[in-house]
């Protein structure tokens, strides 16, 4: 049975740091493109970050280039979301889903799986 769990997430103060886990089960991470979401209150799920298959090529979406950085461990099958430089609007419930394929598609109803979420709040 296919099966991704997000953990990591938490109370944090403006400027600091977390780092989320999607552990895999079922398949394995390094055969397939997984990505991050988040969702904050009233907003639509949007796109964070994904990376491919393999190559581990890796994309990001513009409001948290330069301070989030997603990687794999295929030794512990984990996909990981490094989150620096948190801001209030990084609030929001992260999720973690794949597409069954080895690239990250651009739209989000190509992603399944979804785990069920963890809650990162950024707030002083």
């Known amino acids: 049975q296919v099966q991704l769990v997000e953990s990591g997430g938490g109370l944090v103060q403006p400027g600091g740091s977390l780092r989320l886990s999607c552990a895999a089960s079922g398949f394995t991470v390094d055969y397939y493109a997984i990505g991050w979401f988040r969702q904050a209150p009233g907003k639509e799920r949007e796109g964070v970050s994904c990376?491919?298959?393999?190559?581990?090529?890796?994309y990001y979406a513009d409001s948290v280039k330069g301070r989030f950085t997603i990687s794999r461990d295929n030794a512990k099958n984990t996909v990981y979301l490094q989150m620096n430089s948190l801001k209030p609007e990084d609030t929001a419930v992260y999720y973690c889903a794949t597409p069954y394929s080895s690239s990250c598609p651009e739209v989000i109803a190509s992603f399944g799986s979804w785990g069920q979420g963890t809650q990162v709040t950024v707030s002083s």
């Open positions: 990376i491919s298959s393999s190559a581990g090529a890796t």
